[in-house]
């Protein structure tokens, strides 16, 4: 089992999975515990494969400011969906 969220640090911000010192939300434990029963490796080629996907589909922002006016693509959420 891959523990993704062993040192996670707010680092003063607010997080929707866990409180300031790395504690978990009352309701999130579900949503860990899948998260980490998936092998090693599986969930950064399941990001790759839904960047490459939303790239493919044109949900992407220029960035201001740089020489070349870069695309890219939205940043990838873990989990994802806010609870």
């Not at 891959?2 to 680092?11: A, L, P, R």
């Amino acid at each position: 089992m891959v523990s993704y969220y062993e040192n996670y640090d707010t680092e003063g911000f607010y997080g929707a999975y866990f409180e300031p010192g790395g504690k978990p939300r009352s309701g999130v434990h579900g949503v860990l515990e899948r998260l980490e029963t998936l092998p090693a490796g599986k969930l950064k080629k399941r990001q790759m494969a839904k960047e490459a996907r939303l790239f493919q589909m044109g949900v992407r922002f220029t960035v201001q400011g740089e020489d070349k006016g870069i695309e890219r693509i939205f940043p990838f959420n873990i989990p994802g969906a806010r609870i």
